[in-house]
C-alpha cells in the first residue's frame, strides 16, 4: 500500500461507489436535501451525476465529505445493528 494512502478511507474507492452507497442509504430526495445540488433535485441519475461531479470539485468534496459522515457512522453502530448489504 503507498504509505501517503495509508491513512486516507477514500483510497481505492470510486466516486460511483461513493455515489451508490449515498443513493442507496439516503435515496435521491434525501440526498438532494442534504446535498443541494440540481443533480441529486431534478431528473437525478448516476450518470448525470457522475459527470457533474468529476467536473465540479467543490460539489465532489461535499459528497466525499458526506460519505465519510456514513462512514463514520457506521463504524460507531454495533455489529447487530449494522445495515446488511445485498
Not at 459527470?51 to 454495533?78: D, G, I, M, N, S
Amino acid at each position: 500500500m503507498d504509505e501517503t494512502q495509508a491513512g486516507n478511507p477514500l483510497h481505492g474507492v470510486t466516486l460511483k461507489m461513493i455515489l451508490d452507497s449515498l443513493v442507496a442509504r439516503y435515496g435521491w430526495e434525501e440526498l438532494g436535501q442534504r446535498i443541494d445540488i440540481r443533480c441529486f433535485t431534478h431528473e437525478p441519475s448516476i450518470a448525470s451525476s457522475l459527470k457533474f461531479l468529476r467536473r465540479t470539485p467543490w460539489a465532489r468534496e461535499k459528497v466525499e465529505a458526506l460519505y465519510l459522515r456514513l462512514l463514520r457512522a457506521t463504524a460507531a453502530l454495533p455489529s447487530a445493528s449494522r445495515p446488511r448489504s445485498g
